[in-house]
């Protein structure tokens, strides 16, 4: 294959999130390259014709077991309680009228039309009839009243912003993702409930990038540091809420090509639903810093004359988060700890596993604490729930939730179920299943109950071939051989495709794949395989990565020249520990091998030193300890340093204009700045799906590793 790219992402410098983000918001207009389409027309090893009303001239249709599959699922719902549906229209106020939110940039940072077409028909034959409910659930857009004084906007990004009526102002609880969608959030909440009042407080639930990133389309920094706005968060809020994405961003990145499924238009065949929301905005996002934290378990204080309650509940959704009860309302803040869907224990994009237990129990402390009185919840995604009962009905299937899946995944664990096979064996109880928000939309029963055994026992299923597996295309080559070459494996893929046996089919066909990367008839039966299995998902994650697998497999990974850039408040973030730690993983260790060096930095400005070795390959720092002898001492204040961690500024220029001092040999900044490489998202993950790169990606070194981009969930 040759040159895929897209038209959305051809050559243009811009940020890398909006890069992103733009091809999501593309995806309506999506259209293949003519080189792809001539060399399709080609293909003798395509037996069907384009399917009318796919995105891809090589999409299939479900297939009859696909549809069988869907309509059996169907009849075991419980359509019948349509509560979810009287809650998310209630306390309508005004719907939004604009489709589009446009971002600074120029381009398209919000996009609801795109999503409309679920309710164009009464079912579709390629999506799951419970994700698609979950899709027409989630397309609510405008201004709603949770109850007097309480106030949601939603629609408007992947999570809600909520307005709470304080003494003087509104107290505003998880500014959303970009500061544009915040900004044309604002406006509709004042041109009907807001009586031109101002923000008096914001609240961040918790560290992901849905919750704060649109914080300067509500407030102005100046305002906060001059005390008329309090940003409150958890205790440890700034550590967690880049550290998470740092180490591994890029990997993390890439994967949410796969989870979010960022290639894929809008369509019946293509993209649904992203389970907490519809999608991910992409306007400009920012950060700044609470001026009041959250310390203890339970804290209560007023804010703007308002009496709230605060519980935080590290480890659960989130490294760090809180519910917040506001007593005099009844009204109890669940953050993102509760919403309409079973949450993620395990995430596609990659995450430290999560303590379901631990979650379960803050969640009964909430019931316990608060549920007993309170009269409506309401969270940052989703839908409030009104009447104690409903409360506690939902609180209380929630907690068995995560409880049954931490001990009854152990409880299999501890009688020889592995990690490689729980998801066949571990199912919920009846009554959770028939529960609608307990369901797998954005977190999945598969992926949730064998990240339960990771978390215990790591990957190891206790067999030893999974201990040392050799290279697929070394084992590929050999099965392939085995089994009399590649076209009796494709034979017998397609035999096993038409007999509706695709978990078996992918894993045969995978081997010839995997052995030989340039057979496209191989890829295209893969991706026609992956493309049933994810027709049949009810979870938005798993359905996502089937059918991106399957693009990618088709069309390659789209290529043209991609820049990123780390949002400056990010950077300011990020402590200068972690910006080091992350230099050593930048390292190509090869590149390295033999150097020896000591640095000493000093930032005068925050009190910090650190000692910087490079020996044996490899580049190691401890803060607060100098060395004795070091062959270079770095002397910049922190605040200066943030330009260089930017990429906006070399260190050398620092030095060249007296920002930075230094004594002794400078030369060895060169040095280790040769042993860096620049991670690029584009890598590949399906063999043979990599194309060539071109003069103008060779020529764009403009390309910078994304260093702690905000991880939205
Ligand atoms: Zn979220």
């Known amino acids: 294959m040759k040159n895929t790219s897209t038209p959305q992402n051809q050559g243009n410098a811009i940020p890398r999130r909006n890069f992103i983000g733009g091809l999501a918001a593309a995806g ?27 995105f891809h001239p090589k999409g299939k249709a479900p297939s009859k077991f696909t549809i069988d599959i869907l309509k059996k699922a169907g009849s075991t719902l419980p359509f019948d309680d349509t509560r979810d549906f009287d809650e998310q229209k209630k306390g309508l106020i005004a719907p939004m009228k604009e489709m589009k939110i446009m971002a600074e940039g120029g381009h398209v940072a919000w996009d609801m039309e795109r999503f409309q077409f ?19 659930l989630n397309n609510n857009y405008g201004v709603y009243e949770v109850i007097p004084g309480i106030y949601q906007v939603r629609g408007f990004d992947l999570s809600n912003i909520t307005f709470v009526r304080g003494k003087t102002g509104w107290i505003a609880f998880d500014p959303m993702i970009s500061a544009e969608t915040v900004r044309a959030a604002w406006k509709l909440f004042q041109e009907h409930v807001g009586e031109g009042l101002p923000v008096t407080a914001v609240i961040y ?44 961003g890029n990997a993390m990145n890439r994967r949410l090509f796969y989870q979010y499924a960022l290639l894929l238009p809008a369509s019946p065949h293509g993209f649904v639903d992203m389970a907490l929301g519809k999608g991910v905005s992409a306007g400009t996002p920012g950060l700044i810093a609470p001026t009041r934290l959250v310390a203890d378990a339970i804290e209560e204080f007023e804010v703007d004359g308002l009496k709230m309650i605060f519980q935080n509940t590290p480890n659960t959704e989130a490294p760090r988060e809180m519910n917040t ?20 224990i395990y995430t596609l994009r990659g995450a430290p596993v999560r303590d379901a237990l631990n979650w379960s129990k803050y969640i009964a402390q909430a019931l316990h604490r608060f549920g007993m009185e309170a009269e409506v919840m309401f969270a940052s995604h989703h839908w409030p729930r009104w009447g104690n009962a409903r409360v506690q009905e939902v609180l209380r299937a929630q907690r068995d939730l995560y409880a049954h899946l931490n001990n009854q995944v152990l409880h299999l664990a501890n009688q020889g179920v592995t990690i490689n096979q729980v998801h066949n064996v571990y199912e919920p109880p009846t009554s959770l299943k028939n529960q609608w928000h307990c369901r797998g939309y954005h977190g999945s ?194 605040s200066d340093l943030e330009m260089s961690m930017m990429g906006a500024k070399p260190i050398e220029q620092q030095i060249k204009d007296g920002t930075a001092k230094f004594e002794g040999d400078v030369s060895i900044l060169a040095k280790l ?35 702690g981009a905000a991880m939205c969930e």
């Not at 309710?119 to 899709?135: G, T, V």
């Not at 440890?236 to 880049?242: E, S």
């Not at 994810?534 to 990565?545: D, F, I, P």
């Not at 399906?686 to 390309?703: I, L, Q, R």
């Open 28 to 54: 309506s207009a999506f259209t293949l390259p003519s080189t792809l389409l001539g060399q399709e027309a080609s293909q003798a090893a395509q037996p069907a014709a384009p399917l009318k009303g796919h």
């Open 118 to 136: 679920v309710h164009k028909q009464e079912e579709f034959d390629s999506i799951h009839p419970s994700l698609l409910r979950q899709a027409r």
């Open 205 to 248: 639930s918790h560290t992901h990038g849905d919750h704060w990133g649109g914080v300067r389309g509500l407030v102005k920094e100046e305002d906060v540091r001059a005390g008329k706005v309090v940003v409150i968060a958890p205790d440890g809020f700034m550590d967690h809420t880049i550290s998470e994405n740092v180490y591994a």
């Open 325 to 344: 009860y506001i007593p005099s309302m009844k009204a109890l803040w669940i953050a993102e700890n509760v919403c309409a869907t079973q949450h993620n």
């Open 445 to 638: 029963v598969e992926n949730n109950s064998r990240g339960v055994i990771q978390r215990f026992l790591g990957y190891w299923d206790g067999n030893p071939v999974n201990l040392l597996p050799p290279p697929e295309a070394e084992s590929g080559a050999v099965f392939v051989e085995m089994m009399g070459g590649a076209e009796k494996i494709i034979a017998k893929g397609q035999e096993l495709y038409n007999q509706g046996k695709y978990k078996v089919a992918q894993q045969i066909v995978n081997k010839l794949v995997q052995a030989d990367p340039k057979n496209e008839t191989a890829k295209d039966l893969l991706a026609d395989i992956f493309e049933q299995i994810g027709y049949q998902q009810e979870n938005a994650g798993l359905r996502n990565s089937f059918l991106a697998a399957a693009y990618e497999l088709r069309t390659g990974i789209p290529q043209g020249a991609i820049a990123s850039s780390s949002s400056p408040d990010v950077v300011r973030a990020m402590s200068t520990e972690l910006f080091l730690n992350f230099l050593g993983i930048r390292m190509d260790s090869k590149k390295a091998e033999g150097m020896r060096f000591t640095i000493n930095l000093i930032t005068p400005d925050n009190g910090e030193k650190f000692c910087i070795e490079m020996e044996n390959a490899t580049l190691t720092n401890i803060e607060g300890f100098l060395a004795e002898k070091p062959d270079l001492t770095l002397t910049i204040n922190r």
């Open 673 to 707: 700045a040769a042993t860096m490489i620049e991670f690029d998202p584009r890598f590949e993950i399906m063999p043979g799906t990599k194309a060539a790169a071109s003069a103008e990606e060779k020529a764009d070194a403009a390309f910078e590793a994304p260093v």
